[in-house]
């Protein structure tokens, strides 16, 4: 069966650090899907990225940059410079062949300024 | 474009009472999909639906049904509402055979007195 493990709930961080969120799972499927949904306090969940089991290649955004490691089974996410408005509660999510994408528990990043 | 339609936003129910929650979308997604947000417990999939016609169960199922007669709705049915189904709904689309993120509406926030 399919699991996200997002094992830290919350996190604090001083605006212009870095911060990096876990994000581990478990598949039996060879192909599969890896994403990452932000919620911001206005409460929508908006896309980040959306990776397949066969691109390891780490990938870069702006600020943002994914670390894909088939090897430990992870798909973490770093914030560089952080910024106030990357307040938000972040996603991991897992998909499979049956389609259907199941979500870790979250974890909730305050950005102080 | 709308994407991807929830109605009620906002409800409250007393216990034994039913309602449906109504999901559409104008993407012509085959895949639709409800999940359930409760704090500290992420996002759970409740049901969903690969076509019309066409439904399974999600991580919590229980309590709610489900049907999907057109490509284009996908409502969430209570038959008998109790305390624990308070919480955030959010109904979700996306492209077939697990390749795409999930579109998802803005939420339904449901309470149960």
């Known amino acids: 069966a399919q699991k996200v493990t997002q094992a830290q709930t919350e996190i604090s961080v001083v605006e212009k650090e870095d911060v990096t969120l876990d994000c581990v799972y478990e598949?039996?499927?060879?192909?599969?899907?890896l994403f990452w949904y932000k919620q911001p306090p206005s409460g929508e969940l908006v896309f980040l990225i959306r990776?397949?089991?066969?691109?390891?290649q780490n990938e870069i955004s702006g600020r943002y940059s994914w670390n894909f490691q088939k090897s430990t089974s992870s798909f973490n996410f770093t914030i560089t410079a952080s910024q106030v408005v990357d307040s938000a509660v972040y996603f991991c999510a897992l998909s499979e062949a049956e389609d259907k994408i199941i979500f870790g528990k979250g974890t909730r990043l305050h950005i102080l300024p | 474009n709308a994407g991807v339609t929830q109605t009620p936003k906002f409800q409250v129910l007393k216990t034994g009472q039913s309602m449906t929650l109504q999901c559409a979308q104008d993407m012509n997604h085959e895949y639709m999909s409800w999940y359930r947000q409760d704090p500290g417990m992420g996002l759970r999939l409740i049901h969903y639906?690969?076509?019309?016609?066409?439904?399974d169960q999600g991580e919590v199922p229980n309590g709610y049904n489900v049907s999907r007669s057109t490509t284009e709705d996908f409502p969430l049915r209570l038959l008998s509402a109790a305390p624990s189904q308070t919480s955030v709904y959010f109904c979700a689309s996306r492209l077939p055979r697990y390749t795409g993120e999930l579109f998802f509406g803005e939420g339904s926030r449901l309470t149960v007195l």
């Open positions: 598949t039996r499927d060879t192909t599969y899907y």
């Open positions: 639906s690969v076509g019309a016609g066409i439904t």
């Open positions: 990776r397949n089991s066969f691109d390891e």
